[in-house]
């Protein structure tokens, strides 16, 4: 049963400390994503890639997050410096071509102190 | 920006009677469309997708699409205590990303 995994699955932080995340996709799909969700804002997307090519970050505050894929089995995003407001849970997402929905990991809960 | 709206809810139903969560789109030339759902702490899990006009079933869940009004609905029938959770409708159009709706929490009461 092909998942899609995520580390660490949870992360507690103080302020001003980077953060990095890391998302396995389940092998050969093509297009991950990244999502953040809070109890405000629910599901908001941070990043896709598609053939690890960055298509979209546009959602994603360019002054302190990275997200990168260096190769096809490793997605990273990374937080620097972490800040309070970034306490949520990140997911990672990925999917085989835009007809099919994206399959979710289990999420990284980062708590920022 | 492309939006994808749902009545927050909670929504309500005794055990066994059919659950009917709704969601409108804003982008006329979406294409797919998908609906999942997340029990509390845990990531979305997809449950249906639906790609044309019409109705599409899978066990107790229907999909309904019309593109023409821009709706997409979820019936979940003899609902179960277990598929209390919350629903969330996600978009796709050629070319964007998925766009999710903010969900509906459904409750089903024993």
């Known amino acids: 049963d092909a998942r899609v995994t995520q580390t660490p699955r949870d992360k507690v932080t103080e302020m001003g400390q980077e953060v990095t995340m890391r998302c396995q996709p389940i092998l050969g799909h093509n297009t991950v994503f990244w999502y953040r969700q809070t109890m405000m804002q629910g599901l908001e997307l941070l990043a896709y890639?598609?053939?690890?090519?960055?298509?979209?970050d546009s959602g994603m505050p360019k002054d302190r997050f990275s997200a990168e894929m260096p190769d096809a089995t490793l997605a990273t995003l990374k937080i620097q410096p972490s800040e309070p407001r970034d306490s949520a849970v990140y997911f990672c997402?990925?999917?085989?071509?835009?007809?099919?929905?994206?399959?979710f990991g289990p999420g990284t809960r980062l708590t920022v102190l | 920006q492309k939006e994808v709206e749902q009545n927050s809810g909670p929504l309500s139903v005794p055990e066994g009677a059919i659950a009917s969560l709704n969601c409108t789109y804003s982008d006329r030339v979406s294409q797919s469309f998908f609906w999942y759902r997340q029990y509390s702490g845990k990531s979305p899990e997809l449950i249906m997708s639906?790609?044309?006009?019409g109705d599409k079933e899978d066990g107790r869940f229907t999909a309904q699409l019309n593109k023409a009004s821009q709706y997409v609905s979820l019936l979940i029938r003899d609902s179960q205590p277990s598929d209390s959770a919350t629903y969330l409708c996600a978009v796709w159009s050629y070319g964007q990303n998925f766009v999710f709706g903010p969900g509906t929490r459904l409750s089903v009461l024993p």
């Open positions: 639906i790609y044309s006009n």
């Open positions: 997402a990925s999917g085989l071509d835009q007809d099919v929905g994206p399959l």
């Open positions: 890639f598609r053939n690890r090519a960055p298509l979209d």
